[in-house]
């Protein structure tokens, strides 16, 4: 049971099986998730608010400023703002990988929620839980991230050759 009002939760035992409350701010599992929930939500937010007809992001890519040619995250914010208002064959042409990289933020925003539902309903299994969440999410993380990481290391070893 959530008490909301005193922001604690109840459903935790101590060693010697007594039930005790803990509050949310005790809790960093929790802490880190609605953190993490809200910067995907701000993601989100920005991409809906900036619009891809107007092309008026505050954000702009440096490295394209600096050499003139484009990376392979260029057009990013342009392909979340198109998949956000459902013109997807658009998105694929601003940067090919930018419905990966949405499906990635859609799919943690859903696991912070779910993992933070179980985390408080089943005390029992919080430690498999967080591991269970570390790695899976640092799976998806490889998956829909690894073009990035490759471009990054085919750089580094294309500019020491």
Not at 86 to 100: D, F, I, P, T
Not at 122 to 142: E, Q
């Amino acid at each position: 049971m959530i008490v909301l009002r005193n922001m604690l939760l109840s459903g935790r035992r101590n060693k010697t099986g007594h039930n005790i409350k803990a509050g949310f701010r005790k809790e960093p599992y929790l802490i880190i998730n609605i953190f993490f929930a809200g910067v995907i939500l701000l993601i989100f937010a920005y991409s809906g608010f900036f619009s891809p007809e107007k092309n008026n992001y505050p954000v702009v890519c440096i490295h394209e400023k600096l050499t003139g040619q484009p990376c392979v995250s260029c057009g990013l914010s342009h392909s979340f703002s198109l998949i956000v208002r459902g013109r997807v064959e658009e998105a694929y042409q601003w940067n090919h990988y930018g419905m990966r990289i949405f499906l990635f933020f859609a799919a943690q925003l859903l696991l912070r929620i779910t993992f933070s539902i179980f985390y408080i309903k089943y005390h029992d299994v919080r430690r498999k839980l967080i591991i269970v969440d570390c790695i899976g999410s640092g799976i998806i993380f490889l998956a829909a991230f690894w073009p990035f990481i490759s471009n990054i290391f085919t750089g580094i070893f294309y500019t020491a050759s």
